[in-house]
């Protein structure tokens, strides 16, 4: 087995980001964070055990899904290379990789370079024949990745789709397709629209508040913000009309924030909202319409007992083009290659 690992994202990348979303984020009405910034090293630990929670079962699904189908993807796509959006630990991919047997390149891509170390030291022992060519970026900016034998079979799973807004979940599905070339396909994991109550259970609950307040901790350290966790309530609420959960920190009291690196203060007022995350749910019409709108055909869907979650597997549709470069508003991937 070969392991590489190319960082794309610049050094300061991810400083720098921090800043503008957090500039943009707390002055505009109203307030809004990107969810990204809930994943430092402590957040995703936090996350981990939110997955384990008898109310939150998209990641049960997801993998009871692979477990059962992994091979009828493996059949159907009959890929020689997997990429991996949003990477993480990559244990659940590791059902791809065993059902897979022309498989020569895993390409996972995260912002987190131990996680993607981490997962390529383990795989080196596990699959000997294996290459991987890990990839430091961020997968909702541009993306420049690795030629690789194909067909290709791009995975993008635990309904982190669900976190883009409609814009630009359009904007990063095109950007997707513009990678495919014919034969190639895409794996998209989504939760399903489901009973209020259920949605609501989910993302209610004193580790998911921990969790949420986690982006004030991050700004705290990071920015030398005087943010008090405790003046914020969790709030997650279900919003009909847009089908999707938000995740919301609601101020108890009117208070002023002061931000030093930004030379920044920031008024809430009392009861105020800061959005913090959207989650949205999918119905299986609505996402074959916007996998159309982005020249993908679903070929097929594979759902959970009760229709709670689902996988789609989707492939260029006919007559649509493959553009060698797209990078269309904020969420772009180029398909221009690195060296394998």
Not at 253 to 261: D, F, G, R, S, Y
Not at 285 to 295: F, I, T, V
Request: hydrophobic share 40%; charged share 20%; glycine share 8%.
């Amino acid at each position: 087995m070969t392991f590489r690992l190319t960082r794309v994202l610049p050094p300061d990348d991810t400083a720098a980001a921090l800043c503008a979303d957090v500039l943009y984020g707390l002055t505009r009405t109203p307030k809004t964070l990107p969810p990204k910034w809930l994943y430092d090293a402590h957040g995703s630990e936090l996350f981990e055990q939110i997955t384990q929670l008898p109310t939150y079962p998209v990641g049960r699904a997801e993998l009871g899904l692979l477990l059962l189908h992994a091979r009828d993807i493996a059949e159907q796509t009959g890929a020689c290379s997997l990429i991996e959006l949003g990477s993480g630990s990559s244990q659940k991919t590791r059902l791809l990789l065993d059902a897979l047997p022309g498989l020569h390149t895993y390409v996972p891509v995260d912002v987190s370079e131990s996680a993607l170390r981490q997962a390529g030291q383990t795989l080196l022992i596990e699959r000997p024949a294996l290459s991987v060519h890990a990839l430091i970026a961020d997968f909702t900016g541009a993306l420049t990745l690795p030629q690789t034998p194909g067909p290709r079979l791009v995975a993008f799973l635990g309904s982190t789709i669900g976190n883009l807004l409609p814009a630009e979940r359009a904007t990063f599905l095109t950007s997707v397709r513009a990678l495919l070339a014919p034969g190639d396909t895409l794996l998209l994991g989504t939760d399903l629209v489901k009973d209020e109550s259920v949605l609501v259970a989910a993302y209610d609950d004193a580790l998911t508040a921990k969790f949420n307040k986690n982006v004030l901790a991050v700004i705290n350290r990071e920015l030398g913000a005087d943010f008090d966790p405790d003046a914020f309530a969790h709030v997650a609420l279900w919003d009909a009309g847009h089908e999707w959960i938000e995740m919301r920190l609601r101020s108890l009291t009117e208070q002023t924030v002061k931000i030093p690196a930004l030379g920044l203060a920031v008024d809430f007022a009392d009861g105020e909202d800061l959005r913090t995350e959207i989650s949205a749910k999918f119905r299986k019409q609505g996402l074959r319409r916007e996998l159309a709108a982005a020249g993908l055909t679903v070929e097929h869907v594979w759902t959970s007992p009760g229709q709670g979650y689902g996988l789609a597997l989707a492939a260029p549709s006919r007559g649509g083009t493959r553009t060698e470069h797209a990078t269309s508003g904020s969420t772009g991937l180029q398909a221009t290659g690195l060296p394998s």
